[in-house]
């Protein structure tokens, strides 16, 4: 089973993906490329420290030990009848978290960076483009709110509001599009974009305490 110490995810994690940190920051952005996403476990130990675990169901598409108790305690859940809340409380525990890692131009800084985000957010991407293809050749922004249910919003800039890349700005996007990133971001390709893991997956956003331990 492929673990992570504690150590590891804290280098993974930081300094070098760019995130929106708090209530209020903004991204404006082109994407490159498709994500990566990166699945953890964030457990507690009978001490109560932390002891994370990378998910080999999402990463790997192997059989995970954690998801496998998460699926047991909803279907215990069920079984039971117990509210959401009830429900939530005995299956939380087991929740994989996805990261999602966008290599993207910063159109702010015209520089090339990862923007490390939510699976909701992905999914709302993800949505905008099914709807237009032309996504791609747009701004994008993602706003942190922290207001529930809307916690990051996306918009799509105009394409009359759209500053066409600079030349700086289209240099860096094809090494950032020619690039194999996977050594960089250690995260699984997002080559499927129909895979959709929020049924069972458990969204940073809803999960402050570990976004605030991890700074993630
Ligand atoms: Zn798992």
């Known amino acids: 089973m492929p673990t992570a110490n504690f150590g590891e995810n804290i280098t993974f994690s930081t300094s070098k993906f760019t995130k929106l940190k708090s209530k209020g920051d903004k991204i404006q952005f082109r994407i490159i490329k498709a994500p990566f996403y990166d699945g953890k476990h964030f457990l507690k130990d009978e001490n109560g420290n932390w002891d994370i675990h990378s998910c080999p169901r999402i990463n790997e598409?192997?059989?995970?030990?954690?998801?496998?108790?998460?699926?047991?305690?909803?279907?215990?859940?069920?079984?039971?009848?117990?509210?959401?809340?009830?429900?939530?409380?005995?299956?939380?525990?087991?929740?994989?978290?996805?990261?999602?890692?966008y290599p993207v131009i910063n159109r702010e800084t015209g520089n090339f960076e990862v923007f490390q985000t939510t699976s909701g957010v992905r999914n709302q991407i993800e949505t905008e483009i099914s709807l237009n293809a032309k996504t791609l050749k747009r701004d994008l922004v993602v706003l942190r709110t922290e207001v529930p249910g809307n916690y990051y919003i996306l918009s799509i800039v105009d394409s009359s509001e759209s500053k066409p890349l600079t030349e700086d700005e289209e240099a860096k996007f094809k090494i950032g599009k020619e690039t194999n990133l996977s050594d960089y971001i250690c995260g699984t390709e997002d080559e499927d974009s129909n895979v959709a893991f929020e049924d069972n997956s458990v969204d940073l956003e809803d999960n402050k305490e570990v976004e605030e331990a991890f700074d993630l």
């Open 61 to 101: 598409r192997q059989d995970c030990p954690y998801c496998e108790n998460f699926f047991k305690a909803l279907k215990k859940a069920k079984k039971d009848g117990l509210d959401k809340k009830e429900a939530d409380k005995l299956t939380n525990p087991w929740k994989a978290s996805i990261s999602y890692y």
